[in-house]
C-alpha cells in the first residue's frame, strides 16, 4: 500500500469533488522536467505502457491492470489536447465507466527547478464510482507518481 503522505514540496487541494489538483516542486530544470513527462519510455516508468507522442491530436493508449468491480479494462483511451514545449501538455483521459476527463500538467520555473502543476479534471460529484476513482488516483498521483517522476529525474544525466 502507497504512503497517503505527500513526498516532500507537494501541496494539493481536496475540497472540489470535480477534480484532483496537485502541485511539486522538483529541483530540475523544466527542460528536463519536460522530458520526463513526455517521453514515452520514462513516462511507461511513472505512469503506465503507452504509445503517447507529443503532438496535438495524437490518440495513444495507457495500459494496466483490468479492475472489473469498476469497469475499467485496463486501456485507457487518450488524445493529446494541448501542448506548448517545456509549459504545458494537456490531453484527454477516458476509461471504465463514464470517465471523460482531462489531464493537464503544467511546468512552471521557480528559482532553480521547477514546479510541476497537475490537474485532473471532470469528475462526477455524484457518480460514487467516479469519486471512488478520484480518490484512488489523487493518492496515486500524489504519493506515486509525483514520487516516481522525481527519482527518475534524479537518475537522468543533466
Known amino acids: ?68 468491480a469498476v469497469g475499467f479494462d485496463g486501456i485507457v483511451r487518450c488524445e493529446v489536447l494541448e501542448v506548448v514545449r517545456e509549459r504545458l501538455l494537456r490531453i484527454s483521459w477516458r476509461g471504465g465507466r463514464n470517465a471523460d476527463w482531462t489531464v493537464t500538467w503544467r511546468l512552471e520555473p521557480e528559482g532553480t527547478g521547477t514546479r510541476l502543476f497537475l490537474d485532473h479534471e471532470g469528475f462526477d460529484p455524484d457518480d460514487a464510482t467516479q469519486q471512488l476513482s478520484r480518490r484512488i488516483m489523487g493518492s496515486g498521483w500524489r504519493s506515486g507518481h509525483f514520487r516516481a517522476i522525481a527519482a527518475i529525474l534524479d537518475e537522468l544525466p543533466a
Open 1 to 68: 500500500m502507497s504512503d497517503p503522505t505527500p513526498p516532500p514540496g507537494a501541496t494539493d487541494v481536496d475540497d472540489d469533488l470535480r477534480s484532483i489538483h496537485l502541485d511539486q516542486f522538483l529541483a530540475h530544470p523544466p527542460a528536463k522536467v519536460w522530458r520526463a513527462i513526455t517521453d514515452p519510455g520514462l513516462m511507461a516508468r511513472w505512469l503506465m505502457p503507452n504509445d503517447f507522442k507529443p503532438v496535438v491530436g495524437h490518440r495513444f493508449t495507457y495500459t494496466t491492470k483490468p479492475m472489473e
